[in-house]
């Protein structure tokens, strides 16, 4: 990897992140539910990019540089498996099981899915 890669892999986290929390405040400023519904969508939507970069990487449509920057880097600063399962864990505490199971294999079963479809469609190209 060379230090530009890697710097442009580091900002792209960077950059993630940032929306992660951006999108993650939108969402709770619009919607008020007791549902991480931030969470859900920022991982679904994650999974989703995600799946498309991959299906155009397969495709040789997309250079490897490209997926490792934006595929690792911003996908892996947007997306958050450990903020998911916090607010899984913090729904049981809460006693709320059926929220708690719906957040975390409606979570797992959407991401899967979303990233089944990018795949798909980046495919296409």
């Given at each position: 990897?060379?230090?530009?890669?890697?710097?442009?892999?580091?900002?792209?986290?960077?950059?993630?992140?940032?929306?992660?929390?951006?999108?993650?405040?939108?969402?709770?400023?619009?919607?008020?539910?007791?549902?991480?519904?931030?969470?859900?969508?920022?991982?679904?939507?994650?999974?989703?990019?995600?799946?498309?970069?991959?299906?155009?990487?397969?495709?040789?449509?997309?250079?490897e540089a490209w997926v490792i920057v934006v595929g690792t880097g911003f996908c892996g600063g947007?997306?958050?498996?450990?903020?998911?399962?916090?607010?899984?864990?913090?729904?049981?505490?809460?006693?709320?099981?059926?929220?708690?199971?719906?957040?975390?294999?409606?979570?797992?079963?959407?991401?899967?899915?979303?990233?089944?479809?990018?795949?798909?469609?980046?495919?296409?190209?």
């Open positions: 990897m060379t230090p530009l890669l890697f710097l442009a892999l580091a900002g792209a986290g960077g950059v993630g992140a940032a929306c992660r929390m951006l999108v993650d405040g939108l969402i709770r400023g619009w919607v008020r539910v007791a549902y991480p519904l931030g969470t859900t969508v920022i991982n679904v939507s994650g999974s989703l990019l995600l799946g498309v970069l991959t299906g155009l990487a397969l495709g040789n449509v997309l250079p947007y997306t958050t498996f450990s903020t998911a399962s916090f607010e899984t864990v913090r729904l049981l505490q809460d006693g709320r099981r059926l929220v708690a199971v719906a957040n975390g294999f409606g979570t797992l079963v959407l991401s899967v899915a979303a990233a089944m479809l990018g795949l798909w469609l980046g495919t296409l190209a």
